[in-house]
């Protein structure tokens, strides 16, 4: 059964500090993996998605690296700012169309 | 660009009572999923459609049921409700292209209280 973990569980950091987020899983045998963003009570947003066969995809100040022999992503924020304080969530899909296994989040907050 | 809609955006109802979730993806998606995010907790996977077919299922208790129409469109119907199905209920969509990169994408959610 896949199982997926985030560390640290929250987060704080000064503003204009990069951000690193861990994402690991148990089950190497993925078909992709996607980082989320959620802000309190509100819905889930899509900020990348590194396909099985990739290293990393790149989106601004966002950079997500996949190590999928080792069960790790890394999700790193440049230059952070006060409204990327939100929950970020990696979730891992096993096979095309299959239910997607998220991790518990990590609570980012950046302070002015 | 169109996103993927859920009704209502909030829902009150008793114990014992029954709701009924829509979700309507994003056109041309033909796979649609279903998710329950408890308080502070994850989203765990409830269950999921494939042209029109249950293509997987998770931990939906059998009080819950869904389906998935010809239009493409879902719905949860959830009976006997009880307090610890308060939640956010997310939908979301993908493409059902194997060959494609299979991005779920999400709706907004539908909370869910239950007095």
């Known amino acids: 059964k896949q199982e997926v973990t985030q560390i640290p569980a929250a987060l704080s950091v000064p503003e204009g500090e990069n951000l690193v987020l861990n994402c690991s899983f148990t089950d190497s045998a993925i078909y992709n993996l996607q980082w989320f963003r959620q802000d309190p009570g509100k819905g889930l947003t899509s900020l990348l998605l590194?396909?099985?066969?990739?290293r990393e995809q790149t989106s601004g100040r966002l950079n997500a690296s996949l190590d999928k022999s080792s069960g790790r992503s890394t999700l790193y924020i440049a230059a952070s700012q006060p409204g990327d304080s939100a929950t970020y969530l990696c979730a891992v899909l096993k096979a095309a169309g299959n239910k997607l296994t998220f991790g518990g989040g990590t609570r980012v907050l950046v302070k002015p | 660009a169109a996103g993927v809609i859920q009704s209502p955006r909030h829902l009150i109802k008793e114990k014992r009572e029954t709701a009924t979730l829509k979700c309507y993806p994003i056109p041309r998606h033909d796979t649609v999923y279903w998710y329950q995010q408890g308080p502070g907790q994850d989203p765990q996977f409830l269950i999921s459609?494939?042209?029109?077919?249950?293509?997987d299922k998770g931990s939906i208790p059998d009080r819950f049921s869904a389906q998935q129409f010809s239009d493409y469109h879902s719905e949860l119907n959830m009976s006997s409700l009880e307090l610890g199905d308060s939640a956010l209920y997310f939908c979301a969509s993908s493409l059902g292209d194997r060959g494609h990169t299979d991005t779920q994408y999400f709706g907004p959610g539908t909370r869910l209280t239950v007095l």
């Open positions: 590194i396909q099985s066969s990739q």
């Open positions: 459609f494939y042209e029109k077919m249950q293509s």
